[in-house]
Structures are given as C-alpha cells and as structure tokens.
C-alpha cells in the first residue's frame, strides 16, 4: 500500500511539473513573438517598386523639359540672327551716310576753290600771250602753282569732265550755253569749252560749260 501511494505521489508530481514546463514553453514563445514584432517595426520601410504608369509621366515630364529647352536655345539664335542683322545694316547705312557727308563736304570746298584754280587758268593764258619779256617767267611760276592745285583735287578725288572739242555733248555732264551750225562737226557735238567741269565719283560737281555745234 505505501508502495502504490509513493508511485501515486510521483504521477503527481510529474504532471506538476510537466505542466509547469508548458507554461514556461508557452510564456517563451510568446516573449519571442512579441520581440519579433517589436524589431519588426523598427526595420526601413521598403519602396513600393515604381508601376509603369508613373515611369511613363517622368519620362513624359523629361521629354516635355527637353522641347522646352530647345525651343528656348530656337527662340534665343533667332534673336541673335535678328540683332547680327539689324548691326550690320546699321553699320552699312551709317558707312553710307558717312561716305555720303565727306563727298557733299569735299563738293562744297571744291566749288569753292575751283574759282581760283580758272582764274589761275586764265591768267596762264594771259601770259602766254604777252609780249613781256618777263611773261616767261611769270608763266612758269602760274603752271607750278596750277600743277600743285590739280593734285590737291586728285588727292580729294576729283578729276576734270573729259570734253575735247568733237566729242559727244552729254547732259549729264555738260551744259550748253550756245549753240552753232557747223559742218566740220557732227550732230550734237561739242564746238568750244568755255568752262571746265569737275566730278568726285558719280557726282559732278560743275558741269562743264560748251558751245554745241548743229
């Protein structure tokens, strides 16, 4: 009888003890479960991976970024083209003008010396035919100063309106002044010079003064 009571009180004991052990089994699997899911919140969150739809706008926003661009860099050579020309037209009518200002200038002072150099020619003229014996001597001292006076008028761009007698009378550049019938002669030609004309370039600065035959 003391045998099976001691054997009863170890049946006891052991399933005491075995319960004792699933409770702790049980207490230390939820003690784990819990640190999981605690460290589990303290883990990086993970990107969700980009859907197609929102690569589609970003390379749509960087295609629409890059037209901008290049329209603006379009827009900007075309403003530049535009100034280089405008500068350059500028610069030509300004040389225009500038051009235009020195020949008006150099017409002006040379009318007014043309007077000197045909008083000059004329006292030439005078002395040539005198009978002075000191005619010889003023003659040459008259062409040295006429000579020096057609170069200051080659220097400035000037020459004389070529008018031989018989050669065309051109109106643009001479003027008649009277006229003669004269069958040596050709059909609107020139008879006499009375006056010499001048001319810078295209301009003429004094027509020449003729006599027109027929």
């Not at 784990?32 to 706008?57: G, H, I, R």
């Not at 005078?126 to 010889?136: F, I, L, T, V």
Request: aromatic share 6%; glycine share 4%.
């Amino acid at each position: 009888m003391k045998s099976s009571s001691k054997e009863e009180k170890n049946d006891n004991y052991g399933k005491k003890s075995d319960a004792q052990n699933k409770e702790k089994e049980e207490y230390s699997n939820s003690k784990s479960k819990k640190t999981v899911v605690e460290n589990s919140d303290n883990l990086p969150e993970v990107e969700e991976q980009a859907s197609d739809e929102t690569v589609s706008q970003t390379d749509k926003s960087v295609n629409d970024g890059v037209r901008a661009i290049d329209q603006e860099l379009t827009d900007i050579k075309d403003r530049y083209m535009r100034i280089l020309a405008e500068y350059d037209n500028f610069r030509r009518r300004t040389q225009k003008e500038r051009e235009g200002l020195y020949s008006e200038a150099v017409a002006d002072v040379t009318k007014e010396w043309l007077s000197v150099i045909d008083n000059v020619e004329r006292a030439i003229s005078y002395a040539e035919k005198s009978a002075d014996e000191n005619a010889g001597t003023l003659t040459e001292g008259l062409m040295m100063i006429y000579k020096q006076s057609c170069e200051v008028l080659t220097k400035l761009g000037v020459e004389e309106i070529p008018s031989e007698v018989g050669s065309a009378f051109d109106p643009n550049l001479h003027a008649a002044v009277t006229h003669i019938e004269d069958d040596s002669l050709g059909d609107q030609c020139i008879a006499q010079v009375f006056l010499k004309g001048y001319m810078k370039g295209d301009r003429v600065i004094r027509h020449t003064l003729v006599q027109v035959a027929n």
